[in-house]
């Protein structure tokens, strides 16, 4: 069988969600090697192994490529931020502690494959829309988390914001050796514990 029949045969045996696993595997490589800027649906192809009616079934354009590609890191994000939520103690240092790290410590995994597609997120208003839905629900599971320590009322937006923007920016510097994980993750426990403390004193 010569090598043509063997990719077509493996083709077929990957399952939808198998090859969606691959495809994204596939751009996250291409994005950690070159960024996103050349990142389109036909290198992609290439580069899997499969044609292009086959990148084109699964993300119809770039844009939804990056939108998937954000998505998968939210995902995977979320996952890591319930565990911790879910096995924090119950003091506001150790809250704020466990989120910093395992925010920081997603992204540091991601590498600098996140930041670029962030970057490539806010160059439409449809990828915009994308990021935004998944901040608004990291902020109300972060206002739900820290409420127990909140007088009178929850965390304001502009409180979580602030924070969410701070979380970002420290996990960038870290990514791009700007400061080391200890120094963003202790900065980001720091805004964290301000946050709930300015909340804690509101009449």
Excluded at 26 to 46: D, K, Q, V, Y
Excluded at 183 to 202: D, F, H, N, P, Y
């Amino acid at each position: 069988m010569n090598g043509s029949a063997t990719t077509s045969v493996t083709r077929r045996r990957l399952s939808r969600p198998d090859r969606q696993r691959q495809l994204l595997d596939t751009a996250w490589a291409l994005i950690r090697s070159e960024g996103t800027a050349p990142l389109t649906l036909g290198r992609l192809a290439e580069t899997a192994g499969v044609t292009k009616p086959v990148a084109y079934d699964h993300f119809g354009s770039r844009n939804g490529l990056l939108a998937a590609l954000y998505e998968d890191f939210d995902v995977r994000q979320n996952a890591i931020i319930d565990a911790a939520m879910a096995s924090a103690g119950p003091t506001p240092q150790e809250r704020a502690a466990i989120i910093a790290q395992r925010y920081v410590e997603c992204v540091l995994t991601q590498g600098r494959e996140i930041p670029d597609v962030l970057a490539a997120l806010s160059g439409s208003p449809e990828l915009a829309a994308v990021k935004r839905r998944y901040q608004m629900a990291f902020m109300e599971k972060c206002r739900t988390f820290f409420a127990p320590f909140c007088r009178g009322s929850a965390l304001s937006s502009a409180a979580l914001w602030a924070m969410l923007g701070a979380a970002d920016a420290l996990s960038d510097a870290a990514v791009r050796g700007d400061i080391s994980r200890d120094q963003a993750v202790a900065e980001l426990t720091a805004t964290l514990l301000a946050m709930i403390e300015r909340s804690m004193t509101q009449d």
